[in-house]
């Protein structure tokens, strides 16, 4: 289980104290890990009772804590599809998909990682660049109501990276991801000096829009960091589905993915959808 620091936290000489009290962990490890405006590993546990006791000793302290299996990080049921173009109309967002597009309010963004992800490394399924099929993903609202330098030169196949932004979603775990590389800016109005540029004003607007964070940790975080570490080499293993349907491992083809950042991805996307629902448990009721 991961322990993991809301972007809340603030990094000051009293807050790195109160860590370590409760923590046992000493000032310099807590400030390597723990950095404040951008989540953080504060400890990975092998026990499930154990990580809870100890997120409860933190929220006591009044830190922003939750926690997340790290099985998160290389969930087949979490699988990266490219979003091929996007409409945005008033608070209504249309996403253009492989296989189909699907309208949704801009309330039911949760967050947005943006981030530079690598062609080729690792194994992690779906990236914008493959064969991830959109045909069957549950729709967003399931019922009716840090490389600022893009490296330009060349044919698309001599990319080592690209900027790339993914978009969560508070009711499914699925991710649109757009590449900056091959999504048309100009046909939303933005032109910029680059596609790592264009990239950023749309991820604003859509922020502003829907009233969300955008992350842009993922070189700096010490998730990253663990998810690199923990995950390499390591084959996702498909989770039982409901008696009937079919996996979305066995849906999608396996494709190469960024063994840094696609983790990276799936973790502060879900501990932003758990925090989002901590928070909307605690206020006040109407």
Known sequence: MLVLMGPSFAGGD??????????????????????????????????????HRLAASLKAEGFSIVVIAREV???????????????VEGQALTLELRERTMDVPAAALCCIVRGEAQVGKGSS?????????????????????DMQV?????????????AAADLHFHSV??????????????????AAASPAGALDTLVDRLALLGRIRVDRAARA?????????ATRGVTPHPHPSPQGSTPMSQR???????ERFDPYSRVVGEAERVLAAQRAAAAPKA
Request: proline content about 5%; hydrophobic content about 40%; overall charge neutral.
């Open 14 to 51: 009293a807050d790195y104290q109160r860590l370590s009290k409760v923590t046992g962990m000493v000032a310099y490890d807590l400030r390597a890990r723990l950095k404040p405006g951008i989540w953080g590993l504060v400890k990975a546990l092998a026990d499930e009772v154990e990580a």
């Open 73 to 87: 990080a290389t969930d087949p049921e979490r699988p990266i599809v490219a979003l091929t173009g996007l409409r």
């Open 125 to 145: 399924r779906g990236t914008s660049g493959g064969g991830t099929s959109s045909a069957t993903f549950r729709a967003v609202v399931p019922d009716a109501s």
């Open 150 to 162: 893009f490296r330009e030169s060349g044919p698309p196949i001599n990319f080592e990276a690209f």
């Open 173 to 190: 775990n699925w991710i649109a991801r757009i590449d900056a590389r091959a999504f048309d800016f100009r046909a939303l109005g933005i």
């Open 221 to 229: 975080s010490s998730i990253a960091s663990f998810t690199q570490q």
């Open 252 to 258: 999608f083809r396996e494709i190469s993915g960024d």
